[in-house]
């Protein structure tokens, strides 16, 4: 008996074995029902706008070429306002009312941990899309064998940032730092990740003098940005994302900050915050979120083309994510001819596939069998100008690499 074969037997005997809800409670016609639970109100209404549009390109194209054998796919999307217990809530309708095929979870970090403890109790196969605290995979007492992460991590997004901040230190002898970052729990694990490596990379004389922890859409941001002109870092790294990091670099200007530190932000490089802002610096250094020119293929640039005369904007980070996943997603159900949890999750395992932010062979990304995480995304640093493409002289960081601290980071935890 092969793994394919032990696997969907084991489905047919329920949840106790596989994590899954057994075969005969689902749905073998009509149409295969997502349920997406995001932010689609408030300050940061773009990641659920832009995800959401992502999904709905792939899946109107695959229900127009037939679906899956003639059964379409339909899209629940529904708004959690940015909070946990919301999300939570939204997911158990989904479950329970609903009775979804598939939970495409939408979700920032701080609601996706709500998210992820409903489908593992319910079995619902659940592929989250945009959280990046690196937990949320990387831990096996949180993960679970319906659930993976399409969304990129921030443990991979911290050995490519943090080598590329440690090459710029040396360049320019920056040994003071300080950090601004949203103080929940993607921004907490982010900037430590970054300085736990910063120092690996950099050295003994990088010294950290002070780290400031904004609340999540937090209006005001002259307290923090008062702290880092008084103590004079040669650089601040910020994990502030959307329009959090649109409001703090618009304040920021204000104050002239800019003009004597080093600026290095993971989160910048999107068209929509860079254009969201009143004056966008020239020579901050950003993590590649969405730009058209990286990767630099043609199936990247017809992506954004395409959205923009749907959606009259750009793509974002989110967009690409949720494309990826969806695509994924849409893939498994058609190598396993069902839109069976069990079945589905087998095909997805080990999966790879081209995709227009693969730096694999062939431009491909994989779904990596052993955490179901993915990984062979693009990861690169650059410096922002004031028009397109908005980050130059991007520097992409080695999968290799990132595999190998990665792997030294799980081991020191006791992940693996």
């Not at 940061?44 to 127009?64: E, P």
Request: net charge negative.
């Amino acid at each position: 008996m092969n793994r394919r074969q032990f696997v969907a037997g084991a489905a047919a005997v329920g949840t106790a074995i596989t994590g899954f809800p057994a075969i005969a409670n689902a749905q073998a016609s009509g149409p295969i029902k997502l349920g997406i639970p995001t932010i689609l109100s408030g300050r940061v209404a773009q990641l659920g706008i832009s995800s959401t549009n992502a999904v709905q390109m792939v899946v109107d194209a695959f229900n127009a070429n037939g679906g899956l054998d003639g059964r379409p796919v339909d899209l629940l999307i529904r708004d959690t306002k940015a909070k946990p217990d919301e999300a939570a809530r939204v997911t158990r309708d989904f479950v329970n009312s609903d009775q979804v095929d598939v939970v495409f979870n939408c979700e920032a970090s701080s609601a996706s941990f709500a998210v992820q403890e409903v489908v593992r109790e319910a079995g619902t196969l659940c592929l989250h899309n945009v959280s990046e605290t690196s937990s949320l995979s990387a831990d096996p007492a949180i993960r679970s064998p319906n659930s993976f992460r399409f969304a990129r991590q921030g443990i991979h997004d911290a050995v490519g940032s943090a080598r590329y901040a440690a090459g710029i230190a040396k360049e320019k002898g920056l040994k003071k730092w300080m950090s601004v970052s949203p103080d929940y729990a993607y921004g907490r694990d982010n900037t430590d990740l970054f300085f736990k490596l910063l120092n690996q990379f950099g050295g003994d004389d990088i010294e950290v003098v002070g780290n400031g922890w904004p609340k999540l859409f937090q209006p005001d941001y002259t307290e923090v940005i008062t702290q880092i002109l008084q103590r004079r870092p040669d650089a601040v790294y910020s994990a502030l994302w959307g329009g959090d990091l649109v409001s703090f670099i618009d304040q920021a200007n204000l104050y002239g900050m800019f003009g004597s530190i080093e600026f290095f932000t993971i989160n910048l490089a999107d068209y929509t915050t860079m254009s969201a802002l009143r004056d966008l610096p020239e020579g901050l250094h950003s993590g590649t979120r969405y730009i058209s020119s990286f990767p630099d293929i043609e199936a990247n640039r017809s992506f954004d083309t395409a959205y923009v005369e749907r959606f009259d904007d750009h793509p974002t980070n989110w967009s690409w994510e949720c494309k990826v996943g969806i695509e994924f997603l849409l893939a498994a159900m058609t190598e396993a001819g069902t839109a069976d949890g069990a079945q589905v999750a087998d095909a997805l395992r080990g999966m790879t596939r081209p995709s227009i932010i693969g730096v694999g062979p062939d431009n491909s990304v994989t779904m990596r069998g052993d955490d179901q995480t993915l990984i062979n995304y693009a990861v690169g640093w650059g410096t922002t100008v004031a028009e397109e493409p908005f980050v130059t002289n991007i520097q992409a960081a080695d999968w290799a690499d990132i595999v190998e601290h990665e792997t030294a980071w799980k081991q020191e935890l006791g992940y693996i």
